[in-house]
C-alpha cells in the first residue's frame, strides 16, 4: 500500500491548483475544488476507514452524496501552496451516512477544514451526479476577464452565451449548453449554493458577477478546460470590446453545433 499523498488524485490536485495560481485566477486563498473519489480507489491507500477526526460539514449533504469520499482544498489556504505541502492544504473526507459530518481522513494537517464553500460544491456535486454518475469535479476559482465581461453585460446568460460564442469559434462546441449566470450575491451562503445549484441543472458552468466561475466535469481537465475556454473567449470580447468588424456569424455559430451534433442553448442565436 502506497501513501495516499503519491496518489494520482493528490497529484492531479497539486498540478492543477499550481496551474490555476500561475494564470493568475486564484489570489491569495481564491478558489477551490472538490474531487470526489470512488471507493474502490479509497481503498487502494486506506483498506478500512480510520478517521483522524470528524468536521460538521455545515449542512445536510443529499443522499446520493452520503458515504461518498471527497478531496477538497482547505479553507483560507493558498492555490500556490498546495503542491510544496498538500497534507496541510488537501483534505480527503467521507461524508457521513446522515450527511450532517465529514470524517477526516486524510490533511488537513494543521488542524484545518475543508473551503467554506465545500456545502455549495456539495449541492452542485449532487446535481451534477444525478444528471450524470460519471461527474466528480466542483471548481472554483476567480478568471480575471470572466469577471470583466461579467462586469459589462446584464446578468442575462443568454446575452453572455451569445456573446461567448459569437467571439471564438471553440466556445459553442466546448459548452453548447451555454454558461449560467448569477448576479452578484454573497458567497459562502445557503442561497448562493442552492443558486449555483440549480443552474448547474442546465449548464456544466455558472459565473459569478463580481466574483468568478463554478465549472463540472467527470474530469479536472474537463472542468478545467471548460472554464479555461469560457476565459480565453471573455479575453477575446474584452480585448475587442468596441472594435470588433469581425463577428461570428450566427450561420456559422449554428454551422458548428450541426457538424458536432450538440444540443446548442436555446433563446441565444437568431432572436
Ligand atoms: O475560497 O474563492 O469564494 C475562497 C473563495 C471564496
Ligand atoms: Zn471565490
Same mark, same amino acid.
Given at each position: 500500500m502506497s501513501d495516499f499523498i503519491h496518489s494520482k488524485f493528490v497529484q492531479e490536485m497539486c498540478d492543477i491548483t499550481a496551474n490555476m495560481y500561475r494564470q493568475g !485566477?486564484?489570489?491569495?486563498?481564491g478558489g477551490n475544488i472538490s474531487y470526489m473519489i470512488d471507493e474502490e480507489f479509497v481503498r487502494e491507500y486506506f483498506p478500512e476507514d480510520k478517521f483522524i477526526r470528524d468536521i460538521p460539514a455545515g449542512f445536510v449533504a443529499h443522499e446520493c452524496l452520503r458515504g461518498k469520499y471527497f478531496l477538497v482544498t482547505g479553507t483560507g489556504k493558498y492555490f500556490k501552496n498546495v503542491k510544496g505541502d498538500p497534507e496541510t492544504n488537501l483534505g480527503l473526507v467521507k461524508i457521513s451516512e446522515d450527511g450532517e459530518t465529514a470524517h477526516l481522513? !486524510? @490533511?488537513?494537517?494543521? @488542524?484545518g477544514r475543508f473551503t467554506s464553500e465545500f456545502p455549495a460544491h456539495l449541492m452542485s456535486h449532487a446535481v451534477r451526479y444525478q444528471i450524470n454518475p460519471k461527474n466528480r469535479i466542483i471548481m472554483h476559482t476567480h478568471p480575471t476577464y470572466t469577471i470583466c465581461m461579467g462586469a459589462c453585460l446584464p446578468t442575462d446568460e443568454k446575452i453572455f452565451t451569445r456573446k461567448l460564442w459569437k467571439s471564438n469559434t471553440e466556445a459553442v462546441v466546448v459548452f453548447p449548453e451555454g454558461v449560467g449566470v448569477l448576479p452578484c450575491m454573497i458567497c459562502g451562503t445557503t442561497e448562493i449554493g442552492e443558486a449555483t445549484a440549480e443552474k448547474m441543472k442546465q449548464h456544466r458552468i455558472v459565473t459569478w458577477t463580481n466574483h468568478g466561475i463554478y465549472g463540472a466535469g467527470e474530469t479536472i481537465d474537463e472542468a478545467f478546460g471548460l472554464i479555461e475556454t469560457v476565459e480565453k473567449t471573455a479575453q477575446i470580447y474584452m480585448l475587442t470590446l468596441g472594435h470588433v468588424v469581425n463577428e461570428i456569424p450566427d450561420e456559422v455559430v449554428i454551422g458548428l453545433a450541426k457538424l458536432w451534433n450538440l444540443k446548442m442553448m436555446e433563446g441565444v442565436i437568431g432572436e
Open positions: !485566477w486564484d489570489e491569495r486563498n481522513l !486524510w @490533511g488537513y494537517k494543521d @488542524g
